[in-house]
């Protein structure tokens, strides 16, 4: 999962698009390049202004940031268990659990 945080003060309200369903805002997400900061931010999104403005050189406000959070059960990676083959390979000789 990834958890985003947006300054909505910022917004460029110009670069909004008109959509089917409502008005469309477009976000770009960029990488920290020092890796995850001393707050557990991995990056920070910008709004993307569109290809006109930006081919001309133009460039979305910082909005704010994000984090990356991993569920507590895929944190870890399970050690893989050594394999006991002292035992009987039979079905009836083996723990059910």
């Known amino acids: 999962m990834i958890t985003l945080s947006v300054n909505v003060t910022k917004i460029d309200k110009t670069a909004l698009v008109d959509g089917k369903n409502g008005k469309y805002l477009s976000l770009c997400l960029?990488?920290?390049?020092?890796?995850?900061?001393?707050?557990g931010n991995a990056g920070f999104c910008t709004q993307d202004l569109g290809k006109e403005r930006r081919e001309k050189g133009e460039k979305g406000e910082i909005l704010g940031n994000y984090k990356v959070i991993v569920p507590r059960h895929q944190q870890a990676p399970m050690q893989s268990q050594p394999q006991n083959n002292s035992w009987a390979d039979d079905e009836d000789s083996r723990v059910p659990f």
């Open 30 to 39: 960029f990488e920290n390049k020092k890796g995850i900061d001393s707050y």
